[in-house]
């Protein structure tokens, strides 16, 4: 296979990623301002003494391309005219440098120095990008040492991630808005290879080995692709002709931090210790160079959970003092006892006598999991006594990352690097729980690894011809893995004594966990574990390009190929759900804030198919990608140059090795066994729906090996004009489309959705009349409903018939995002260069779900409690079990309602990735940057937003396939400063520059650095409710943030009116100020020692969490916990040796 996908790569010769390097260009001129013919321009490294000569064309222009990132001096010739020299031309990753030259008579030996700096305005571009330069990623606090999380400087860059953002965290690097809706479909590259793996990153190098940053919101070039949109981009350092390096040591102590969360107010015990080093030079001077960095970690993450446990008398049944938050008693009714009063719509329960489960009611296997569940250790917030488990703990985790970079210049026209780079890492979990219980969730067992190899040649086959190929891989090691939590079978036996029901789902499965219990609709999310992965992808790419510069044209032609491969099982073998409805007053619209405990369901063991157990095979997955396109940068004149290209992109649906995906429900083929024989309907409800008993389920086969078809027209337009109004005035206008891929949002990690027969589910019985039938000792009995082995292709076109089906929409349209920018750029004294975009993006074809076989609500609201009622089921034993297999076919009785389906053989039928709907994005951007200079650089930057999406309003309008415009609920003021300042005192500095060395050891060197972020408060998402006055309040604060008294319970067979956010209800605002302080120590002009502290959350501020919003939740309309991101302040100290 391997020798297959080779040779692809080395077929495919015009292919070419995104490249990280730059271009150089310029005009120059003679003292009249006329073009210079012939004139020789010289680049040369600084670092690495590499060189490059162009000569100017017809209209004196010049243009260098494949610049690497540094430091440059430039100049330029001519007989009859002094030699121009310019130093210290910043060349940064992908940027378009500006250099002119007005050459004046005399004589070529004279070299006239140029003070001006080089242009960092985009004369010849419209991409809208933010480049982070060495200096700034080296000295700003980036706590998680990630330089991803660098994008995070741009406002318009939205983190989507949840925990903290370390570099072998995959998801962090991946999950992040640009410029709208990204996250999980931007492309990662590190020096130009892509290092996204599907939805999720790869590698990420350590800082100190980084050279750049950049994130692109919207490039108009036509390299650029395999993106939803945004395009974030790291360079790794290259040797030079002096040895340099660094070594260092990152440490925290708990003795000077604050707590990790002033609300459970644990002490912080977290102990870091991360260290590392680089060192890079030269093999042969001015042609072989080569850099390695190498870091470790042993860390403990800080963590906090805030539960609620069942106190000692709840624990045996006793609920006679337990309260609901207004101080009443929690009532718990008895679900067996419910009553269904179709007159009234209504249903009743009998609590149990003195609000006590009687012992012989107690689930036998509940009560043996009720052992392993530990108690409170506080009181709670209220009266309900919620959230009254409180604890912190650490994820302990070890890491190793190794880069090694070697660049070889063959000469003039050859140039060629190599990069490998490895990380290794372990994770685990403190166990919080006072009886070490193997209950407790474990979310971070396992380990995370990476691989990362790259080349790279760059030709030159004439002045103005460049070649360029590259070839990559990528992989990643993604296993969750908690010795301590598994059970085994044994395990499992201890359980379920006798009754080894689960046993057809356990082939193939890793490890065997503690079964999955989820306590829902209170704070605690539940036991044991559920779902888990066993991730092994790997992708590879080539490329390849041709650049020419054609007299005003500068051409580009290439493209890439790209070939994803996953490998990995996600087993889910069983959840079990109990809710407090169970034992609610009523099944219909429950007042669960007064009535009802899902602990006290789960004494009981009552499960309906809310709950599962689900068996999921092995599978390898490929999806194959080619891009191509063409760019041209015409230069019209000096003061304008368009920028025009087109691309092309196909990229194929997932392919499984053993071609166990299934395609669709062919829903206009008339089922053969249901033509045999068709249940008996009643009458009255056949009169109001007419179902239709068609249905034929087509897998995939050796014809169509993959679930659907994708497009073979996707062409994305660029066009763009870059316009110099004058020497510091620039305005840009790009537009670019792209379009999502699908490898980002079904692929090489996915779960095996398509896969039935293979990827088994089956669910308990559902209730009858809100009576549970089915109970956790035996949760699929053999005689009225067994387990549904996995069975392959078995059943042939009966697959999924009685059950709830799902599978991809075979005509696939993918996503795609027309983006445009106008921005008007000026460069001001003290160096500053202002920016204002006005940003625009349209999503078309936004994927989504729909279900074909929804009831019709207006007969719901028509007849309300008459649906509910229960009949004696017509597909109970129906035909035989290859003809009808699903679970359909074991209940005794079924509601009414449920017959009225449009096709009442099949449950729920989910069409994935329907892509018909529409997304609004549209910003005003302001920016002010100033690059290092005069011992300062700083960034300020502000994004306001409106975002707006398609979605349905309500159950009517989704079975009527009628969409609204659903305003975004994210923040819409974003803003960001950041900078860096070299105290001026000291040696090389304004003050002080001939200090004594004693003095200047106390009072020289000094430097302070900070990033401060800020956020509005996100707009509250209101749930189906009964809205009787204002909701808005005038004080709104963590305690209240909105008129809960006048949000209330909808009546049950009642729709949605309310709308689902209003105007000037957000949540806590969110802001965080990160700052160093640093101190450099001058041991020779070549070595320096650095001391550094940095304070994370410098003024120890607690944001708080958006509030509750489930109206029945104890804590509705409070914010009770930490918002994500927000911990107490963290001290790190730093030592860091440089030669």
């Known amino acids: 296979m391997h020798l297959r996908i080779l040779a692809v790569f080395l077929a495919v010769f015009a292919l070419q990623a995104q490249d990280y390097r730059a271009k150089l260009q310029g005009i120059v001129t003679d003292a009249s301002d006329a073009a210079v013919v012939g004139a020789k321009v010289t680049i040369r490294n600084v670092g690495t003494g590499v060189t490059a000569t162009r000569e100017t064309g017809a209209n004196g222009a010049y243009l260098f391309d494949n610049v690497e990132p540094g430091t440059y001096v430039v100049s330029a010739e001519l007989s009859g005219f002094s030699k121009q020299q310019q130093e210290g031309v910043l060349v940064q990753t992908r940027a378009d440098v500006t250099v002119n030259f007005n050459l004046k008579p005399g004589q070529v030996v004279e070299t006239v120095n140029v003070s001006a700096q080089a242009v960092t305005l985009q004369f010849n571009t419209s991409t809208r990008e933010l480049t982070i330069d060495r200096k700034m990623l080296t000295d700003l606090p980036v706590k998680a040492r990630n330089p991803f999380t660098l994008a995070l400087l741009d406002p318009a860059v939205v983190n989507r991630y949840g925990a ?190 003195g609000n006590v489960i009687p012992a012989s009611r107690i689930d036998p296997t509940a009560k043996r999991i009720m052992g392993d569940i530990w108690g409170p250790n506080n009181p709670g917030d209220d009266l309900a006594g919620s959230n009254n488990f409180k604890a912190s703990y650490a994820w302990p985790m070890r890491h190793y990352s190794f880069t090694n970079r070697t660049d070889w210049n063959l000469g003039d026209r050859l140039k060629i690097f190599g990069r490998f780079s490895r990380f290794k890492t372990t994770l685990d979990q403190e166990n919080y729980t006072p009886n070490n219980s193997r209950a407790m969730p474990n979310d971070n067992g396992g380990a995370m690894n990476s691989r990362n190899i790259a080349g790279d040649m760059v030709y030159t086959a004439s002045a103005t011809t460049v070649f360029n190929f590259r070839a990559s891989y990528a992989s990643l090691e993604d296993d969750y893995s908690a010795p301590a939590a598994a059970v085994g079978e044994k395990g499992l036996a201890e359980f379920w004594p006798g009754n080894a029901w689960y046993t057809p789902y356990i082939k193939g499965m890793p490890l065997i966990y503690y079964p999955y219990i989820g306590i829902q609709g209170q704070t605690t999310s539940g036991y044991g574990k559920g779902g888990y992965w066993y991730q092994h992808p790997h992708h590879y790419s080539i490329s390849g390009k041709m650049s020419q510069a054609r007299g005003r044209h500068y051409i580009k032609t290439g493209g890439e190929y790209r070939y994803h491969i996953g490998t990995g099982i996600f087993p889910n073998l069983m959840n079990f759900n109990f809710y407090p409805d169970t034992t609610a007053d009523t099944y219909l619209r429950p007042d669960t804030a007064r009535f009802g405990d899902a602990h006290a369901s789960f004494l009981l063991g009552a499960i309906d198919e809310r709950s599962n157990a689900t068996g999921v095979p092995f599978q390898t997955q490929r999806i194959p990608f080619i891009g191509v396109y063409v760019h041209d940068d015409i230069r019209i004149n000096r003061n304008l140059t368009l920028n025009l290209g087109v691309r092309y992109e196909n990229e194929k649906a997932p392919l499984d090795d053993n071609d166990i995906y299934s395609r669709y429900l062919d829903l206009t083929q008339p089922n053969p066994a249901l033509q045999k024989q068709r249940p008996v309907i009643p009458a009255d409800l056949v009169a109001l729906s007419n179902p239709n008993f068609n249905g034929v389920w087509v897998f995939t086969d050796s014809q169509n090996r993959r679930p659907w078809r994708t497009q073979n027209n996707i062409f994305l337009p660029r066009a763009g004009a870059a316009i110099r109004v004058n020497d510091k005035t620039a305005v840009n206008i790009g537009f670019a489309r792209y379009v999502v891929p699908i490898a980002t949002i079904a692929g090489t990690l996915s779960t095996c959705n398509w896969c039935p027969g293979f990827r088994q589910t089956s669910n308990p019985l559902a209730n009858i009349e809100g009576r549970p039938q089915a109970f956790l000792s035996d ?22 018939l009685g059950n709830p089906v799902n599978f991809p929409h075979q005509k696939y349209r993918a996503q ?113 940057q100033r690059s290092y200079s005069a011992g300062a650089s700083v960034l300020v930057a502000y994004n306001y937003n409106q975002e707006r999406n398609e979605a349905y309003f309500n159950d009517i309008q989704q079975y009527a396939y009628q969409v609204f415009w659903l305003g975004s609920n994210n923040a819409r003021h974003r803003m960001t400063i950041a900078g860096e300042y070299d105290i001026p005192v000291g040696r090389g500095r304004r003050f002080g520059a001939s200090a004594h060395p004693v003095v200047n050891a106390l009072v020289g060197g000094w430097q302070i650095s900070g990033i401060y972020t800020f956020r509005n408060g996100e707009a509250i998402r209101f749930p189906a409710a009964e809205i009787t006055g204002e909701v808005k309040i005038n004080n709104p604060g963590p305690n209240r943030w909105f008129n809960t008294d006048n949000v209330k319970l909808l009546p049950a067979f009642t729709p949605r009116t309310n709308p689902y956010q209003y105007p000037g209800i957000n949540g806590p605002a969110f802001w965080n100020l990160d700052g160093t302080v640093s101190k450099n120590f001058a041991i020779t002009e070549s070595k320096k020692l650095e001391f550094r502290f940095e304070a994370y959350n410098l003024t120890n501020s607690l944001m708080w969490a958006n509030p509750v919003t489930a109206i029945a939740n104890p804590l509705f309309g409070r914010s009770t916990a930490q918002a994500t991101g927000n911990r107490g302040r963290e001290m790190q100290y730093m030592l860091r040796f440089h030669f």
């Open 779 to 800: 949760p699929f009995p053999a005689g009225r409903n067994p387990l549904q082995p996995p069975i392959g292709k078995g059943l042939g076109a009966n697959t999924n």
């Open 816 to 928: 795609t995002n027309d983006r445009v920018n106008f921005t008007i750029m000026r460069e001001v004294p003290l160096a500053f260069k202002l920016d204002a975009t006005y940003f625009l993006n349209f999503g078309r074809g936004v994927p989504h779900n729909d279900d074909l076989n929804m009831v019709n609500p207006d007969l719901t609201y028509t007849y309300k409690a008459q649906l509910s009622t229960n009949i004696p089921n017509p597909f109970y034993n129906f035909l035989t079990p290859n003809e009808f297999p699903g679970s359909q076919r074991f209940p005794l009785q079924v509601s009414r309602g449920s017959l009225l389906r449009p096709y009442p053989q099949y449950g729920s039928i989910t069409v994935n990735n329907v892509g018909n709907w529409r997304s609004r994005y549209q910003a005003l951007q302001l920016r002010a």
């Open 164 to 353: 903290e953002r370390n570099p072998f965290f995959m998801w962090s690097s991946s999950q992040m808005d640009v410029g709208g809706n990204t996250t999980t479909k931007n492309d990662l590259l590190i020096d130009g290879s892509p290092t996204q793996i599907g939805p999720k990153g790869s590698f990420a190098p350590p800082m100190d080995a980084v050279q750049e940053f950049s994130v692109q919101q919207n490039s108009v070039d036509a390299e650029f692709g395999h993106s939803a949109g945004g395009i974030l981009s790291v360079a790794v350092k290259s040797g030079t002709n002096e040895i340099h390096g660094t070594g260092y040591y990152f440490g925290r102590n708990p003795a000077l931090n604050a707590v990790v969360n002033p609300i459970t107010r644990t002490p912080n015990f977290i102990r870091n210790h991360i260290w590392g080093g680089t060192a890079g030079g030269p093999i042969r001077k001015n042609k072989l160079f080569t850099f390695v960095a190498y870091e470790g970690w042993r860390t403990k993450e800080p963590r906090d959970t805030q539960r609620t446990m069942p106190t000692d008398l709840e624990r045996n049944g006793d609920f006679s003092r337990s309260l609901n938050r207004s101080g009443g008693q929690r009532t718990i009714f008895d679900p067996i006892t419910t009553v269904l009063n179709v007159a009234t719509n209504s249903a009743t329960r009998q609590p149990f006598p």
